[in-house]
């Protein structure tokens, strides 16, 4: 019997093996090709995904654009708001914003087609806002507490949701496709005044897209400083915002009253350097009063930005809402998107405003507007 059971197991070892080499080569041509099929099934959604945008991206470039630029009234070459705001409190001024209409102003600009893009996309001339939109840069100046405001709450500390970082964030969750950004001119001792926070204050912003500006040290009138003065008030705004930041690039200057270092001096409003801290501005902002150009118009200039003051009293016929209402009545006149960043898409007669020099890598396409 033991016999019989030894040849029964050797019988049963045969088969297990026939069975098995029978398999293997069937299970290698069988799984091989099914293999990589199971992997990408198998494969979490986020993995997936970089396949899908290359696949999108490839077809882009391959396939003519399905954007109908005459029907949206494409011109890249139009002008975009680089809005100037102030405070953020409750008593309207002329450089005051209550928070009420702090909220309708982003409100208006959602709804009318404007997006919102940082000033640097704006100077790279990388505007990546949707087919048939505007885009708008926002800016702050004077590094306010109402600005950014941290709270207590219930022994929590949290954003003060009446402060302009406040109801920005808030605005962004309720309309995510509005775009990030937004340049705060700060000055020093302490920006936001909050002297404990001013780090953590920083990081939330850098982390949360906005930008940090150059407003002097403390908001010198740069047109009567000295060739060292000028230097040394935004050398040290630099340093300072360095020393909360290592590293930082402070790549933009907001004029402290508008002001810019007279005639020759002008030069230092643009680089210099005082006790080894270095300083290069790519673009100089004024206080008003209209659109700026884009980046390829032949009048682009990045050390004469101007900016439009976001209030409704004493605007003089140059504030938001009159550019606003100015726009819809003449939107030829304002930027709008063919939502491709690598293509500068104008109409024919735009073409004598283009600086060529300034495009760069962008193709830029021209057609009939009628
Ligand atoms: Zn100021």
Request: glycine share 6%; aromatic share 12%; with cysteine.
């Amino acid at each position: 019997m033991s016999k019989f059971k030894a040849n029964y197991a050797l019988i049963l070892l045969i088969i297990f093996a026939l069975i098995l080499v029978a398999c293997t080569p069937q299970t290698g041509v069988v799984n091989t090709p099914p293999a990589s099929n199971q992997e990408q099934t198998q494969q979490p959604a986020e993995l997936n995904k970089p396949e899908l945008e290359k696949e999108a991206e490839a077809d882009t470039e391959t396939q003519v654009p399905q954007v109908d630029y005459k029907q949206i009234g494409v011109n890249e070459n139009g002008q975009i708001m680089l809005l100037m705001y102030h405070g953020i409190s409750d008593k309207e001024d002329i450089w005051v914003r209550t928070p009420e209409n702090f909220r309708k102003d982003l409100e208006n600009l959602y709804q009318k087609g404007y997006r919102l893009i940082t000033l640097k996309d704006y100077l790279d001339n990388n505007i990546k806002v949707e087919a048939g939109y505007t885009p708008v840069v926002i800016t702050f100046d004077d590094g306010l507490k109402n600005q950014f405001n941290i709270i207590e709450e219930n022994g929590e500390k949290k954003i003060d949701p009446d402060s302009a970082v406040g109801i920005m964030e808030e605005f962004k969750k309720k309309y995510p496709d509005f775009g990030q950004g937004g340049t705060f001119y700060v000055y020093y001792p302490t920006p936001f005044r909050q002297k404990e926070l001013i780090k953590e204050k920083f990081d939330f912003l850098i982390e949360n897209g906005y930008e940090i500006g150059n407003h002097a040290y403390s908001h010198e009138n740069l047109g009567k400083e000295t060739a060292e003065g000028v230097q040394k008030a935004l050398a040290l705004n630099v340093f300072y915002t360095q020393k909360y930041l290592p590293g930082y690039d402070v790549f933009s200057l907001a004029l402290p009253y508008g002001i810019a270092p007279k005639d020759e001096k002008f030069k230092y409003a643009v680089s210099g350097e005082y006790e080894g801290t270095k300083y290069n501005n790519r673009a100089i902002l004024r206080v008003g009063s209209n659109p700026a150009p884009a980046p390829n118009h032949v009048k682009f200039d990045a050390a004469r930005l101007p900016r439009v003051r976001a209030s409704e009293l004493d605007t003089g016929g140059v504030g938001m809402y009159d550019y606003l209402a100015s726009f819809e009545k003449y939107p030829e006149k304002k930027y709008i998107s063919d939502g491709n960043p690598d293509t500068v898409v104008i109409p024919e007669e735009e073409q004598e405003n283009i600086n060529k020099e300034s495009l760069k890598d962008k193709q830029l396409v021209t057609y009939k507007k009628n």
